[in-house]
T-cell receptor, first 112, second 116 residues
Framework: AQSVAQPEDQVNVAEGNPLTVKCTYS??????LFWYVQYPNRGLQFLLK??????LVKGSYGFEAEFNKSQTSFHLKKPSALVSDSALYFC??????????FGPGTRLSVLP | DTGVSQDPRHKITKRGQNVTFRCDPI?????LYWYRQTLGQGPEFLTY????????KSRLLSDRFSAERPKGSFSTLEIQRTEQGDSAMYLC??????????????FGPGTRLTVL
């Protein structure tokens, strides 16, 4: 069965510093990988996805993620964090079937 | 706004009552998903529709839960005889699936259910 792990419940970073939110996955076959962000009292917003091709995927709001097949990871990154990036981030995986599995989420706090 | 909408945004009910939630997807999207999210957790898949056909249901979806998408547009999720454990945020998402492409799901704001 597919699964997603986000090993950090909370990530704190100073504004202007680079940020990384970690995600590892387990799935049979080639995965489809996604990152979503959730702000308080709002639905999930799509950031980016990896389907195939370049391992470095660029998405919304300056975020990017790197797919690493050997480490089964899909870490989310941003070169320079903003206070407004503070939110809950979810990694999700889908195999060749239709079922999405989300990780438990990582709360990002960007400190001014 | 042409995003996914859900109604109501909040619902408070007493244990044992029935509740129904509505989801209106992005208009051209052919696939519609329902998820449940509890505090501190990621969304858990409940069911999804391809047009009007319900193609998959999670084992989380007990007999008290039923979902419909009668005309392949909006969808309803009904919970009968609600229990306190049903208290959660119910999320709807829609996507456009084309042959050979992985769909991106776009989420609504959710309906927060509180069962007293």
């Amino acid at each position: 069965a597919q699964s997603v792990a986000q090993p950090e419940d909370q990530v704190n970073v100073a504004e202007g510093n680079p940020l990384t939110v970690k995600c590892t996955y387990s799935v049979s076959g080639n995965p489809y990988l996604f990152w979503y962000v959730q702000y308080p009292n709002r639905g999930l917003q799509f950031l980016l996805k990896y389907i195939t091709g370049d391992n470095l995927v660029k998405g919304s709001y300056g975020f990017e993620a790197e797919f690493n097949k050997s480490q089964t990871s899909f870490h989310l990154k941003k070169p320079s964090a903003l206070v407004s990036d503070s939110a809950l981030y979810f990694c999700a995986v889908r195999d060749r079937g239709q079922n999405f599995v989300f990780g438990p989420g990582t709360r990002l706090s960007v400190l001014p | 706004d042409t995003g996914v909408s859900q109604d109501p945004r909040h619902k408070i009910t007493k244990r044992g009552q029935n509740v129904t939630f509505r989801c209106d997807p992005i208009s051209e999207h052919n696939r519609l998903y329902w998820y449940r999210q509890t505090l501190g957790q990621g969304p858990e898949f409940l069911t999804y529709f391809q047009n009007e056909a319900q193609l998959e249901k999670s084992r989380l979806l007990s007999d008290r839960f039923s979902a419909e998408r009668p005309k392949g547009s909006f969808s309803t999720l009904e919970i009968q005889r609600t229990e306190q454990g049903d208290s959660a945020m119910y999320l709807c998402a829609s996507s456009l699936v084309t042959s050979g492409q992985a769909d991106t799901q776009y989420f609504g704001p959710g309906t927060r259910l509180t069962v007293l």
